[in-house]
């Protein structure tokens, strides 16, 4: 597994939207912002989403999936990540959606669809970077 681009690990640390894409059904690409947690012990990706949507049905069938995260004070300076859905467990506290509340808003909402709550985890299998 590639180690990440030290020039661009501060893209992965910070609260930043990843712009999310999986293959539908058909073999398109369908993209959607979505928050994230870079796990640095394990090199690993992880987002939340529940069983109700297509995302979640796109990475049962086809775990190929990508991540684009920008630098909002400079857009041209971003990192791609491609991957492959590691697992998909499910979290019915909804800890993982209440922790990256916290990080994104500083605050935690109720989580009204804890039942159907999953965490993907993503292994990214190659990195693409841009700096200028």
């Given at each position: 597994?590639p180690?990440?681009?030290?020039?661009h690990?501060?893209?992965?640390?910070?609260p930043?939207?990843?712009?999310?894409?999986?293959l539908?059904?058909?073999?398109?690409p369908?993209?959607n912002?979505m928050?994230?947690?870079w796990?640095?012990?394990?090199e690993v990706?992880?987002?939340?989403?529940?069983?109700?949507?297509?995302?979640?049905?796109?990475?049962?069938?086809?775990?190929?999936?990508?991540?684009?995260?920008?630098?909002?004070?400079?857009?041209y300076?971003?990192?791609?990540?491609?991957?492959?859905?590691?697992?998909?467990?499910?979290?019915p506290?909804g800890?993982?959606?209440e922790?990256?509340?916290?990080?994104?808003?500083?605050?935690?909402?109720?989580?009204s669809d804890?039942?159907s709550?999953?965490?993907?985890?993503?292994?990214?299998?190659?990195?693409?970077v841009?700096?200028d």
């Amino acid at each position: 597994m590639p180690a990440p681009p030290p020039t661009h690990l501060d893209l992965l640390e910070r609260p930043l939207f990843a712009a999310w894409a999986t293959l539908d059904n058909h073999g398109a690409p369908l993209v959607n912002p979505m928050w994230f947690l870079w796990d640095p012990d394990h090199e690993v990706i992880r987002l939340t989403h529940t069983t109700k949507r297509a995302n979640h049905a796109n990475v049962r069938r086809d775990g190929r999936v990508a991540l684009l995260i920008w630098d909002p004070d400079d857009p041209y300076r971003y990192i791609q990540i491609r991957g492959v859905v590691q697992s998909i467990d499910a979290d019915p506290t909804g800890s993982l959606h209440e922790a990256l509340q916290d990080r994104y808003r500083g605050t935690i909402a109720d989580v009204s669809d804890r039942s159907s709550r999953v965490v993907i985890t993503v292994r990214p299998v190659a990195y693409k970077v841009r700096d200028d």
